[in-house]
């Protein structure tokens, strides 16, 4: 079974920074990249960032390049995504999810409830 679980979402000031948490289940982290995608109101679901299965690879958006950063602890099946230099666009609900390394896009179908980052200028 799938299960995604998603916290850490907060209301922050412009340069402010978060860190957000996903912890997956069983089957959905092993051995499996995973990723975070973030979804504005309005807009559809988009990539953010994707972490290799063993955390020795990293992929990210242009958007968020060199100020997210991804990290993963096998120990815990549990994903994080440090955003620092937070913008008023970074607004979303954050959700995260197994990742197709092929093309970036979610691996499963199921998804948690997401977790609302909100950034006021």
């Known amino acids: 079974q799938v299960q995604l679980v998603e916290s850490g979402g907060r209301s922050v000031q412009a340069g402010g920074s978060l860190r957000l948490s996903c912890v997956a289940s069983?089957?959905?982290?092993?051995?499996?990249?995973m990723g975070w995608f973030r979804q504005a109101p309005g807009k559809e679901r988009d990539f953010v960032a994707v972490i290799g299965s063993l955390g020795g690879y990293t992929y990210y958006a242009d958007s968020v390049k060199g100020r997210f950063t991804i990290s993963r602890d096998n120990a815990k099946n549990t994903v994080y995504l440090q955003m620092n230099n937070l913008k008023p666009e970074d607004t979303a609900v954050y959700y995260c999810n197994a990742v197709l390394l092929s093309d970036y896009v979610p691996l499963f179908d199921s998804w948690g409830q997401g977790t609302q980052v909100t950034v006021s200028s």
């Open positions: 069983e089957r959905a982290f092993t051995d499996n990249a």
